[in-house]
């Protein structure tokens, strides 16, 4: 007998043995359990259980292929490196041999060097022999050298005494001649600057001859240009005196026709008077005592009338044209004069 409790009720349930009650205990639980995980099938969970253990044996299977591949190819890798370690021993043995070899030949060739240099050992302690006596010689020459090489440096300090006195010689000399140069340089450049100077002060002279000549070319042409106008203005005013004059004979001839047109005016106005009966009949002079004056009723006088009419008309035309003919000469004159104002 077991109870089972719910969030509503409990249920009461009852088992013939304890295995029963198991199973129902493990099925209870497996149902809730797929209740939890949203599933509805028991069988498809089982179904699915089952392909994930067979996906399971097979991956283990598959794991274990693998493994026994490795195996294999490790087992050849094995066997493989035994063939190139019993390859390598079989070289190291000969290297080996080789190494023993060399060892007797350098074991020869020790021996053999060893006799040549007791050989050698013996030529050398002659020779130090020799050389200890030649090295007596060599030093009494040594001292005789530092003798000569002390009596060659004193010769040298007085060499060296001399000739730094040759240096201070030169050097003084070059100092003076670096002086001359100087002065040289500086006699040369004050000759360039007066050379500048004379040069500029002959083109300046020989500008001053050429604005003198230009000038006085130019004085001249203006001379000339001068009398040019003085001989045209003597031309001009004896042309001038030429017209006063002809205006003066005009003016004169002028005023003898004004008067002879005016006394003729006098006589004819006096002729024209008609005259009565038993007037006496003026006296007009030398020229005019012949001259017979007609009656008023004479158709002659009227002509006679008529022509001096005509011919008064015809002097006052002649007075009117000597007028202008006098204000033109005038004029004419006065421009005259006005073109001799001008120069």
């Known amino acids: 007998m077991f109870c089972l409790k719910t969030l509503s009720k409990t249920y009461e349930m009852s088992a ?4 029963q009650r198991q199973e129902w205990t493990t099925a209870i639980q497996t149902a809730i359990r797929l209740h939890v995980e949203g599933k509805t099938s028991l069988h498809k969970d089982l179904k699915m259980k089952r392909r994930e253990q067979r996906e399971q044996r097979e991956k283990r299977q598959q794991a274990k292929e693998e493994e026994l ?10 066997e493989r490196k035994l063939a190139e ?6 070289a190291q043995k000969q290297a080996q041999a080789l190494l023993e070899q060399d060892e007797q030949r350098r074991r020869q060739q020790h ?3 060893q006799r040549a240099l ?8 002659e020779a130090r022999v020799s050389m200890q006596a030649e090295m007596a010689l060599k030093e009494q020459e040594a001292e005789r050298q530092r003798k000569r090489i002390q009596e060659l ?3 040298q300090k007085r060499l060296e005494e001399a000739l730094q006195l040759e240096i201070k010689a030169r050097r003084d000399e070059e100092a003076f001649r670096y002086a001359q140069a100087g002065l040289l340089a500086e006699e040369e450049e004050k000759m360039k600057a007066l050379m500048r100077l004379q040069e500029e002060q002959e083109e300046y002279i020989l500008k001053t001859q050429r604005e003198k000549q230009e000038l006085k070319q130019e004085m001249e042409a203006k001379s000339r240009s001068l009398d040019e106008a003085q001989r045209q203005l003597e031309e001009v005013r004896a042309n001038r005196h030429r017209v006063d004059q002809d205006v003066v004979a005009a003016q004169r001839k002028l005023r003898q026709a004004s008067t002879n047109v005016k006394h003729w005016n006098v006589q004819m106005n006096r002729l024209m008077r008609p005259i009565g009966p038993g007037e006496k009949r003026p006296s007009l002079g030398s020229s005019f005592s012949s001259f017979q004056i007609p009656t008023q009723r004479d158709p002659g006088l009227r002509l006679r009338r008529r022509s001096g009419s005509e011919d008064q008309d015809e002097e006052s035309k002649e007075n009117v044209d000597t007028t202008a003919g006098c204000d033109l000469e005038k004029r004419h004159s006065h421009a005259s004069n006005g073109d001799m104002d001008i120069p």
């Open 16 to 19: 013939s043995d304890t295995k």
């Open 69 to 78: 591949h490795r195996l294999r190819a490790l087992q050849e890798e094995r």
């Open 85 to 90: 370690l019993d390859l390598l021993k079989e």
């Open 118 to 125: 007791e050989v050698q050992l013996r030529e050398a302690e």
């Open 153 to 155: 440096e004193e010769m």
């Open 111 to 113: 021996e053999q060097l």
